[in-house]
Nanobody, 122 residues
Framework: QVQLAESGGGLVQAGGSLRLSCAAS????????VGWFRQAPGKERDLVAR????????YYVDSVKGRFIISRDNAKNTVTLQMNSLKPEDTAVYYC???????????????WGQGTQVTVSS
C-alpha cells in the first residue's frame, strides 16, 4: 500500500513558477514509476509528466516540454514537479499517482494523492 500527498499548489501570475511535491509512504514507492496528472474543470485527467523508478526515463506531454521538470528522490520518498513559465492553460488540479502498472493512462495507476490546485492568472 502506498499513500501519496501533494503540496505546493497555489495562485501565480502567468510567467511565474511553482514547485509541486509528492510525498509517499510505503516501502514499495521506489519500485514504481510516478506520474503527475492534471484535471481542469470539465476536462479529463491527463498525464503531464512521468518518471521511471530510477529517474532514468522521463516523459513530458508536449505542452509542458521545456517548462516543467520532474524529478524524484527515492531516499526521501518524494517526487517533485518544477513548473516554470506557467500559462493560464496550466490551471488545473494536479495529482501525483503511482503503481506497478503506471504508464500513460490514469487507469494504469493504483495510488493517488488528493490533488493540489494550481491557478495561473493572466
Amino acid at each position: 500500500q502506498v499513500q501519496l500527498a501533494e503540496s505546493g499548489g497555489g495562485l501565480v501570475q502567468a510567467g511565474g513558477s511553482l514547485r509541486l511535491s509528492c510525498a509517499a509512504s510505503g516501502r514499495t514507492f521506489s519500485s514504481y514509476a510516478v506520474g503527475w496528472f492534471r484535471q481542469a474543470p470539465g476536462k479529463e485527467r491527463d498525464l503531464v509528466a512521468r518518471i521511471s523508478t530510477s529517474g532514468g526515463a522521463i516523459y513530458y506531454v508536449d505542452s509542458v516540454k521545456g517548462r516543467f521538470i520532474i524529478s524524484r528522490d527515492n531516499a526521501k520518498n518524494t517526487v517533485t514537479l518544477q513548473m516554470n513559465s506557467l500559462k493560464p492553460e496550466d490551471t488545473a488540479v494536479y495529482y501525483c499517482a503511482t503503481g506497478p502498472r503506471g504508464l500513460f493512462s490514469p487507469g494504469q495507476y493504483d495510488y493517488w494523492g488528493q490533488g493540489t490546485q494550481v491557478t495561473v492568472s493572466s
